[in-house]
């Protein structure tokens, strides 16, 4: 699997829609993610290891009580073989927004290669 399925897995639960980049749909709560890659321990110029680094934004109304779906995605992450995530507050008076950050390794090849050795 990709790591953008397995990011639409990790929340598909909850029954918002969720997007790389940007939304543009008309749901009041929706996740969006961008993602980015760093090579790691690296033999003969090439890295064995490939961080994938994940950005999660949750948006919805203020009215959603969302300490249940907080705690559901990250047990979900580190379930799914991320790190366990970060999580950042950014809501303002237009609605809640709240920042998850996770990553896992994989090795070159596309395998997880079991585990952060950050």
Known sequence: ????????????FSGFPCVA???NGDEESY??????????FFADDRPVVEREAVSLHLHCPHSLNTVSLRK?????ADGAGFT????????????QHILF??????DVD????GGWAG
């Open 72 to 76: 559901q995605i990250k047990i979900r």
């Open 110 to 113: 596309g395998q997880l290669s």
């Open 1 to 12: 699997m990709s790591l953008e399925s397995d990011i639409g897995t990790l929340v598909a």
């Open 101 to 106: 950050e996770f990553e896992r390794e994989v």
């Open 21 to 23: 980049n940007e939304y």
């Open 84 to 95: 366990w995530p970060t999580e950042q507050n950014l809501s303002d008076k237009e609605g």
């Open 31 to 40: 996740f969006v993610f961008t993602t980015s890659t760093q090579g790691l």
